[in-house]
């Protein structure tokens, strides 16, 4: 099956409104459309007679090692995709050896996810007003072995998103952000027609006042590398350099936040000149082929983060579901090296693609 294919299975599979906070976006959902567009305007570039008997996927992350420049995006509430939640999704990630990042409002364990996972893991965060909250995620994550901490910079709140208004929809009662205090979840829950609890939630919870002083907060409280996710900008790539970050997120959040962005894989070359390899850059949005993990190292990435496909493998049938979505993706990358001409994953460069 094609990751396509997965799509189409898990829609199947899932209710309606849960589907629709999956798969929706924001606003008029233009940057869904955008971000695919994107990378559909990139082609690529072979070079012939290069000896690609053995071809290495193989990278290094922040020192995290991976199988592949390949990773998962942090998504909350897995288990509105499945039961076993995170816990499926960590097993699969580790399977491939994958990167699996965990979003602060996971519906299984940060201890559970890690006792289950082969594989490194990263704790993503959203700054919330209550910061002793954060700063016990991040003991926590330092215990159970998480290896980095990204922080979602383009999310001072929960965009508009007009599926989930219309669907009303919440949280079902029986899916909770198990690390975080229940008191500070609770506007996530208890629908209301016309009204997102999810974007409620977070006028309610989230910190819109934090600027780039406010870091150095979570440097005191951490050695573990951080990461920004959500940076569209070549300045905001100078400033996060100048502030320490050791890697940048390019990402529009899967077109579920500002609507009319750059979409992020137009915005990466000019982050890429900007960091000129002072931090590690990821990109994610609409990577749905291994073709776009080259399109993405030859724009500039060290990597890609994948979002939905990985929840369509979930739903599909838990973590052999999550396995194969990966596997699809891994294979068609190393098909996509060997017919390039590129051996290790270092050597995609800009002269690999050119915009149609
Ligand atoms: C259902 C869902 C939940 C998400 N939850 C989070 C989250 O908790 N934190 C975050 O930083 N991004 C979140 N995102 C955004 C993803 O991390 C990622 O940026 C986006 O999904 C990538 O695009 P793609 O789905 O087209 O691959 C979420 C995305 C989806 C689809």
Same mark, same amino acid.
């Given at each position: ?82 039961? @076993? ?39 993503? %965060? ?15 994550? @330092? ?51 016309? @009204? ?117 493998? %979930? ?42």
């Amino acid at each position: 099956m094609t990751l396509l294919e997965y799509e189409t299975a898990a829609r199947e599979r899932l209710s309606g409104p849960v589907w629709d906070f999956l798969e929706g976006g924001s606003g008029t959902e233009s940057m869904v459309l955008a971000g695919r567009a994107a990378l559909d305007r990139i082609q690529l570039r072979p070079r012939v007679l290069v000896d690609v008997s053995t071809c290495d996927s193989r990278c290094s992350l922040l020192g995290t090692q991976l199988m592949a420049p390949v990773g998962i995006a942090p998504m909350a509430y897995h288990q509105l995709a499945h039961p @076993e939640g995170e816990v499926a999704t960590a097993r699969a990630a580790g399977e491939a050896g994958a990167l699996l990042t965990v979003s602060m409002f996971a519906s299984r364990t940060l201890e559970d996810i890690a006792a289950a996972a082969t594989g490194p893991l990263w704790l993503q %965060l959203y700054w919330l007003r209550q910061r002793d909250l954060l700063a016990g995620l991040i003991r926590r994550a @330092e215990d159970a072995g998480y290896q980095a901490l990204v922080l979602t910079v383009d999310a001072p709140r929960v965009a508009h998103r007009p599926r989930d208004a219309r669907n009303g929809f919440a949280v079902p009662a029986g899916i909770r952000a198990v690390n975080v205090s229940p008191s500070v979840m609770s506007a996530s829950h208890g629908g209301q027609a016309g @009204e997102s609890a999810i974007a409620r939630h977070s006028k309610e919870q989230f910190d819109p006042s934090i600027t780039w002083e406010d870091l150095a907060w979570i440097r005191e409280r951490t050695r573990l590398p951080l990461v920004l996710k959500g940076v569209l900008t070549g300045e905001d790539a100078n400033l996060a350099v100048r502030y320490g970050i050791d890697g940048l997120v390019v990402s529009n959040h899967g077109g579920r936040q500002l609507d009319f962005a750059q979409p992020a894989a137009d915005a990466l070359p000019e982050i890429a000149e900007a960091v000129a390899g002072r931090c590690q850059l990821i990109l994610d949005g609409a990577i749905r082929h291994g073709a776009d993990i080259a399109k993405a190292l030859c724009l500039g990435a060290d990597a890609v983060f994948i979002g939905r496909p990985a929840l369509w493998g %979930l739903a599909h049938s838990g973590t052999s579901g999550v396995s194969a979505v990966l596997q699809v993706l891994l294979d068609e990358f190393a098909e996509v090296m060997a017919l390039m001409g590129v051996a290790r994953v270092q050597d995609f460069k800009s002269s690999g693609i050119v915009h149609r």
